[in-house]
């Protein structure tokens, strides 16, 4: 979890873009970048070890920039100059300390963002119309970015996201349809299928599991069977799980929903739930 720390962004009539900091009761103020008219539409975001990251416009040049503190000095650097961007600008950072950037085009009145992994990377998010103003952005548990933002073309407000980081909606079908806790069955199995427009060949069957609430179980094995995935997993493994389930007050069979989940070849989630009966021991 990202600390949070009393930190306010200054800009002067001289276009010096300084940084101000809290020490108890009074305040410290430095010089970041003063070249040129820079320091505007800024953002701060502070690392694990406390250090700060900034993003901001520099007005001179219409860029995006970066700016960062290691503990002893500061860094500056441009991230993105294709056009006018770099204004509105939002910053956070992920599990491992690398900044995202959300941000507005003001030559193309696009929604961009970019990310650093080892370079800068930049992309359009939006290129609606007079899109990708008043941006604010934030990661997930898996490091991936959404961003709000204002259409002013229609005086909405919108949310974007990367596609795979929300699952795809699989249909799973789960056998046996009743599941008898005295039973030595070797094998619950699984049939998944995928909407239009994917394929299960691009499964990955190492990453497919079987979870009953917080509980999970990782596939044995799986092969296709024409547009369908068929993948194994433990009986025996589900059958002692649900054996230590207090179910006093369920009557003698009982319904679960079992979710089948997984990534394809590209990163892409899916999941999918069924429901079965279990014949208590």
């Known amino acids: 979890m990202k600390k949070t720390v009393t930190a306010l962004i200054l800009v002067l009539l001289t276009c010096t873009f300084l940084v101000a900091r809290t020490h108890g009761i009074s305040w410290n103020t430095e010089t970041v970048d003063s070249a040129g008219d820079v320091g505007l539409e800024t953002s701060i975001a502070v690392d694990s070890g406390d250090n700060l990251h900034i993003s901001y416009y520099d007005q001179s040049n219409g860029d995006l920039k970066y700016a960062y503190y290691d503990g002893v000095s ?68 898996g490091d991936n970015p959404h961003i709000s933002y204002r259409d002013d073309t229609n005086d909405n407000l919108k949310y974007a996201y990367p596609h795979a980081c929300m699952p795809i909606q699989a249909t799973v079908d789960v056998d046996p349809d009743t599941l008898n806790l005295k039973s030595n069955g070797q094998w619950i199995t699984a049939y998944i299928t995928l909407p239009e427009g994917y394929l299960v060949e691009e499964i990955d069957i190492a990453t497919v599991e079987l979870k009953y609430n917080d509980w999970a179980l990782l596939a044995d094995w799986g092969e296709i069977q024409e547009n369908t995935l068929m993948v194994k997993f433990d009986r025996i493994a589900l059958r002692d799980h649900l054996g230590e389930i207090d179910v006093s007050e369920a009557s003698r069979f009982y319904d679960i929903s079992l979710t089948v989940s997984g990534k394809l070849l590209d990163g892409t989630s899916f999941e999918g739930s069924d429901t079965i009966a279990v014949l208590r021991k």
Do not use: C, M, Q
Request: net charge negative; glycine share 10%; no cysteine.
């Open 74 to 141: 500061w860094f500056t650097e441009t991230v993105d100059n294709a056009g006018n961007v770099g204004l509105e600008t939002s910053i956070t950072l992920d599990s491992g300390d690398n900044p995202h950037i959300s941000y507005e085009s003001r030559s193309d009145a696009n929604l961009k963002y970019a990310y650093y992994d080892g370079g800068w990377n930049t992309e359009t998010v939006d290129n609606n119309v007079d899109v990708g103003g008043r941006t604010s952005i934030a990661v997930d548990s």
